[in-house]
């Protein structure tokens, strides 16, 4: 019997579920895999937290130091969330020679080469699996399964919190406003009191930098990530979306075309058909397309307690395991390879909602508007006129330059008298 | 720069798709692994197959000991399927210290435990993810991710074949019989011309009883597992189906309860709002369940040359990069751990459609049959009179012992009075 030792570094949600499941399975795992793995210190600054799990004094520490000089600790996990102080404890921890076990996306999304240089000088592995999309196992199969591939595209669900108050807004059918949803979320937990992390898509951008780097073998910083949150989502468009068979998503997208990369987050219109359109509530989902393995798709709980633990404790048995540790196949970079081009004027069809100005005149002006950049219909919907007098206009667009869209829009809001935009949301399927 | 050489034994479908894919993305293997991953030797009966992918004369191996004492070979990829020679030739790889990867269900399923043993000898490694579900990455989320849950039930469409011909019976609304589905399935290659390995459900059984070994931690012998396949589904019951809101499935099934372990395959009823309802053609998806994780779908290609090519070699990376080796982690045993309980008396919901003999007193009748073994009805539907006078009378059961429906049913075919009964479904969702 292997005698493992962890130490859990914060007992936030994760860190209990983690804690939970370490001590509830721990005859599990020493059956099927003859290791014995036991908490053997936590560090906690509210210590009710340690003592409500039933923690012996003991084995609180009062700081990492006395975790980092522990001799029964082998792994450290860390689920503190944040830059700093989880950082500088990382990077203590490794020093120290323990392997470390992180679910935190902001750290290592953005000091990944940092902190993956300290690990192989010091011979520790360095895991993260539960950093994106809790217990859905999506890292080590871009590290491992798909490599085979050249991944050409991958579109992801990954944040549970907006997908929640997406599937609220389109269950209420437009009864509900995104401000009320939100309300509501925070109220049961599903949302932070400020809930700018998710909102705003930093949340998905974080994961979409993980993910894409990892399939597409070189490094994607964050501030590539084209992002957009969901806060000006309108009831209006949600109800004309289902209309026309769409289903309003937050989609992180990554594709590594022949003209560069491309990695984005934000709200998109899902054919209801496809696989993704179904995925409701906080269930997360990815979508990846390979030259190989064509579709996979991954689904399943991307956050909470036990489903990130799910993923903590999949990476701790793994580490304790095998003595190799994998390393992202980023080569350890701050910034992209050189080499790496990315897409700012990306590929999309469009879904535009205008209010009518000149009803006379609308669609002779528009229409030019349309073919002065290029850009071809696919379908147009004249809505019936609203109380207000509004007459709601909706176009889809053939795929399209995000720069030909942009130009045509620049264009209707300067002439003024054909219509008001109301709002633009990019299509996929 | 790493390099390593491999040798394909079979150059059908996936062997061939394994060489495409392995000398196609060999400038990606170096850039993205170091990894400079060279096909070194096939051996091939039909030496033409090996000639129309471009293979030079001098790589195409006489027999298996060539290979063997090949110094250039580092991993044998198998990929011939059956048991014989394949087992032969597996063991002769492992023991010159070649490390294999396989996609062979049914030599994994019934010698793995023999297999497995000769490769720890060997210090070797043996691969099997190509063995279940092409290109889905779930064995190594059964071995690796999810090892911190308790997994609780396993539920999948893993026969492409069968879940094609349900689909076009579904998609046809009745109109196609299951005999002329499987000839236009068999015209189009989507079915061999000997079609039981797969309409029979032992394809799935395979894949079952390695699915769920790996779950349960325990072997589950081919024996064990409960079989019925698809070639007795009719195109009346998808069409009743589809009424009462349920998509007809073969559904390959484990579950790990407090009263023991069941593993079955055969069609079942998936109410239509659940995640595996839209899996369609021949894509396949296994949906777990565990204590933590809550539920996780894996969802892609199960079969073809290239998916199946992806799991491969994803494999053969793998161990070309990593210096330890996995194993499954039922402990090398032959049968299942004497202590492992096996249920065959499984609790499910059940649909049952009959064709009334006697009008007047039916209802009374079968309620009688029903009550005598605990058999709550959850709805009946009774179906208007059909032009031959058949009356159709559909019962859904609440979940009930099977061994409680085979009772009710033995009692109604021995009365003949009654009703005469047409099919048996299971429910599950």
Redesign the interface.
Known sequence: MKKVGVAILGLGVVGG?TYK?LTE?RE??K???GLDIEVESVLEIRKERALALGIEEGKIASNIAEICSNPEVDIVIEVMGGVEPAKTFVLAALNAGKSVVTSNKELFCKYNHELEKVAKKNNCGLFF?ASCVG???VI??LL???????ITSMMGIINGTTNYILTKMSEANGSVSYEEVLKEAQALGYAELDPTADVEGYDASYKLSILSSLAF?TKIPFSKVHREGITSVSAEDIIYGKQLGFVLKLLAIGKNTDRGIEVRVHPTYVKSSH?LA?VNDSYNAVYIT????????????GA?A??T??????D???CAK???Y?YS?FNNTEDADPSTKFIDNFRSAYYLRLNVVDKAGVLAKLSAVFARYGISVAKMVQEAEKENGDVPLIFITHETKENSIKKAIADINASGDIAKLESVIRVVG
Chains 1, 2 share one sequence.
Do not use: C, F, W
């Open positions: 579920g499941i399975h599990l795992y059956k099927a895999h699996e217990g859905v196992p080590r199969a491992d399964n798909l490599q085979g591939n050249k073998h696989p179904s390979g030259d190989a393995v064509e579709d996979v798709m991954l689904y399943g709980r909470g036990l489903p633990g799910s993923a903590i404790v999949g701790v048995i793994y095998h003595n190799n994998q196949t």
